[in-house]
């Protein structure tokens, strides 16, 4: 099992579509239960969420990416930008 970092960028004034998605993308990520290490919203300086950034155990990227556009954010065409890195936990 691989570890990844997960940066989604929100298209400029997408909040609403945001927030009317959220539960949907929350119930969706705890399918995931224990592979999901972390998750949590970008904030911008008005505390506001302009992104999503998720650590997220899979057995490949190729996988991982299949997850990500089955999400209802994905599906709503919230996400300007969508970064997968590779991750090793050190601490």
């Known amino acids: 099992m691989n570890t990844f970092i997960v940066i ?9 579509k945001r927030l009317a998605n959220r539960n949907f993308h929350l119930k969706y990520l ?3 239960k224990e592979n999901l290490v972390m998750a949590g ?3 911008d ?5 302009k992104g999503s ?7 490949n990227k190729t996988k991982l990416e299949e997850f ?3 999400d209802p954010y994905a599906k709503v065409n919230l ?11 050190v601490f």
């Open 79 to 89: 996400f300007e930008t969508v970064e997968i890195e590779l991750f090793k936990r």
């Open 30 to 32: 705890q399918t995931l």
């Open 45 to 49: 300086d008005s505390e506001n969420p």
């Open 41 to 43: 919203p970008i904030l």
């Open 68 to 70: 990500l556009k089955k």
């Open 8 to 16: 989604c960028k929100d298209k400029e004034n997408s909040l609403g």
């Open 53 to 59: 950034m998720l650590v997220i155990k899979f057995e």
